[in-house]
């Protein structure tokens, strides 16, 4: 289920346990019942760019814990793929692709 509100989008998994905010750059990932922040992230926070903007997430089941694809985009005209571990809280792969990034892009690359 997706509802984006603005620059603003809840996006839950099926189980409905576990559910990801984004607000323009900013990630947040909390737990669906009780609301806990199970972990965060500011893409483009290192650079300083204020043109990092959030395109597109999908959940990526590897082994027992929660991943994240993430398509990011900025001011250049490439964007980034980013593999981000919830347990970890923070991106452990980033991909530069020369094109942008977007839902449909993203489920290909999954499956």
Request: with cysteine.
């Amino acid at each position: 289920m997706m509802i984006c509100i603005a620059k603003l989008s809840y996006i839950y998994f099926i189980d409905g346990r576990v559910c990801w905010i984004i607000r323009g750059a900013h990630l947040e990932v909390v737990h669906g019942l009780t609301g806990t922040r199970l972990a965060a992230w500011q893409f483009g926070q290192v650079l300083g760019d204020g043109n990092t903007s959030i395109t597109c997430v999908k959940e990526l089941p590897l082994g027992h814990s929660v991943h994240l694809l993430v398509g990011v985009s900025n001011a250049s005209p490439t964007s980034l793929l980013c593999l981000f571990d919830v347990s970890l809280s923070k991106v452990t792969k980033a991909i530069e692709i020369p094109q942008p990034v977007s839902r449909k892009s993203i489920f290909y690359f999954s499956v």
